[in-house]
């Protein structure tokens, strides 16, 4: 007699189970090698290396050849361990797994740093890219696993995962700046940027200080005179002895600045000339805002609106590129 639906819809079940498992039982070994070499990484990363005094043992070369040695030694010390480990768990051709598999941890290196994931050494993720860099080695190296699809499938991850890697990097940059301003120990006080945009907003721990760079639009950052075309502004508490007109001290530590009297030009704000550079004080929030123009090409109407503009802002206004 015929088999039965039931029999015929177990058959076609295991055979789906069974060219599975064809498929992915080679890929088990290669992976397994792959995560005790990211496990022995994390090991030879932990031991207690002193760079400084590798550096000094490369003379007269230095820290450059010693890194550019350890650039060309550490791949290829990996791959040869890769391979001594693939052929004891029974993989052929090892070599071809191992050389494939070198880069593909190599790559998995650079963009996983590019996500904003640090360095591959210095994170546990290490075993698992590893596992699945060498598990993507095998599934397109070994005969009867790999083939011309399979090749184009890797490839075409790849460049998928570029544009992937510098969105999530920009996505993790953005969220490491915004956690450290919802952080800030003082309140976030910005003027209104009409003309001028704004760049590298930080809030320092240790100070307990928040401050960012104004430029006008036509400024690029990468101008050699950008401080002098500028506005450094910095939000700090107030120091002791602060007490203007008469005495304008704004930092504490180091060289007293503007030690001096200043001008009261409105409530709570204050200006004064150093230097040929014009600062503006206010004080707002219960904490002090210094607008200092770096030099004389800083327009002065330009400091007196920013410090009649002050005001607490949210951490998207310091982030958002639209905004500055």
């Known amino acids: 007699m015929g088999a039965t639906v039931g029999e015929r819809g177990g058959a076609s079940g295991g055979a789906r189970a069974g060219g599975a498992s064809a498929v992915l039982d080679p890929l088990a070994r290669p992976a397994g090698v792959g995560a005790l070499l990211g496990v022995l990484?994390?090991?030879?990363?932990?031991?207690?290396?002193?760079?400084?005094?590798?550096?000094?043992?490369?003379?007269?070369?230095?820290?450059?050849?010693?890194?550019?040695?350890?650039?060309?030694?550490?791949?290829?010390?990996?791959?040869?361990?890769?391979?001594?480990?693939?052929?004891?768990?029974?993989?052929?051709?090892?070599?071809?797994?191992?050389?494939?598999?070198?880069?593909?941890?190599?790559?998995?290196?650079?963009?996983?740093?590019?996500a904003g994931g640090g360095t591959l050494l210095a994170s546990y993720a290490v075993p698992l890219l590893l596992a699945a860099a060498y598990a993507a080695a095998a599934a397109v190296a070994l005969p009867g696993v790999g083939s011309l699809r399979r090749w184009g499938a890797l490839a075409a991850a790849l460049l998928l995962a570029w544009p992937l890697t510098a969105a999530l990097g920009e996505r993790s940059i953005t969220d490491r700046a915004e956690g450290e301003l919802v952080a800030s120990k003082v309140p976030l006080l910005a003027p209104d940027l009409h003309g001028?945009?704004?760049?590298?907003?930080?809030?320092?721990?240790?100070?307990?200080?928040?401050?960012?760079?104004?430029?006008?639009?036509?400024?690029?950052?990468?101008?050699?005179?950008?401080?002098?075309?500028?506005?450094?502004?910095?939000?700090?508490?107030?120091?002791?002895?602060f007490a203007p007109p008469d005495v304008c001290e704004v930092e504490s530590g180091g060289p007293r600045v503007d030690a001096g009297p200043c001008e009261q030009v409105a409530p709570d704000t204050w200006r004064s000339s150093r230097a040929g550079s014009?600062?503006?004080?206010?004080?707002?929030?219960?904490?002090?805002?210094?607008?200092?123009?770096?030099?004389?090409?800083?327009?002065?109407?330009?400091?007196?609106?920013?410090?009649?503009?002050?005001?607490?802002?949210?951490?998207a206004f310091f982030l958002d590129p639209n905004g500055r």
């Open 41 to 114: 990484c994390l090991l030879v990363a932990a031991m207690p290396w002193d760079g400084d005094d590798l550096c000094r043992s490369q003379e007269p070369w230095g820290c450059l050849w010693f890194t550019l040695l350890m650039l060309a030694a550490v791949p290829l010390a990996g791959t040869l361990v890769a391979w001594m480990l693939l052929r004891v768990a029974g993989v052929r051709p090892a070599w071809r797994v191992a050389a494939l598999g070198g880069v593909l941890a190599l790559l998995a290196e650079y963009l996983y740093s590019r």
């Open 196 to 241: 001028y945009r704004m760049y590298f907003p930080e809030a320092s721990e240790y100070s307990g200080t928040f401050g960012y760079l104004l430029l006008p639009r036509p400024v690029e950052t990468s101008a050699a005179d950008r401080e002098q075309r500028g506005v450094r502004v910095t939000v700090s508490p107030p120091v002791a002895g």
């Open 278 to 315: 014009i600062r503006y004080i206010a004080r707002r929030e219960g904490v002090i805002v210094v607008l200092t123009g770096g030099g004389p090409s800083v327009p002065d109407g330009d400091l007196r609106a920013m410090a009649d503009s002050l005001a607490v802002r949210r951490p």
